[in-house]
């Protein structure tokens, strides 16, 4: 079992900066992903950014790419969201999801390196936490 803890977030003006992070905590492996994914009022749950936690490869949605950041302290098994030039409709519910390889390294990297923007994909997930963006 693995368990995620979100921190961060809170409310900021359009235009600022926030950062989140996420530590997992359990057995962890040496080759997984964590990723974010945000989920807005009525909304179903987007995927934000994920990074290889052995590898740092990243992945970023294109409605925040060159804006946030994501970053990874393999050490601590902890992942950041660095957020920049925040606007309204990045208000939401962001969450921390890992994905865990069920079988060996290489074929879960395969298969994960074209499914990770899909929720079925991750095994764990954090409670949430807030995020509002004010115009």
């Known amino acids: 079992q693995v368990q995620l803890v979100e921190s961060g977030g809170g409310l900021v003006q359009a235009g600022g900066s926030l950062s989140l992070s996420c530590s997992a905590s359990?057995?962890?492996?040496?080759?997984?992903?964590m990723a974010w994914f945000r989920q807005a009022p009525g909304e179903e749950r987007e995927f934000v950014a994920s990074?290889?936690?052995?590898?740092?490869?990243?992945y970023y949605a294109d409605s925040v790419k060159g804006r946030f950041t994501i970053s990874r302290d393999s050490a601590k098994n902890t992942i950041y969201l660095q957020m920049n030039s925040l606007k309204p409709e990045d208000t939401a519910v962001y969450y921390c999801a890992a994905d865990l390889p069920d079988g060996r390294v290489e074929a879960w990297w395969i298969h994960y390196s074209s499914s990770y923007y899909y929720t079925q994909e991750y095994d764990y997930w954090g409670q949430g936490t807030q995020v509002t963006v004010s115009s």
């Open positions: 990074i290889a936690m052995s590898g740092g490869s990243t």
């Open positions: 359990g057995r962890t492996p040496y080759s997984y992903a």
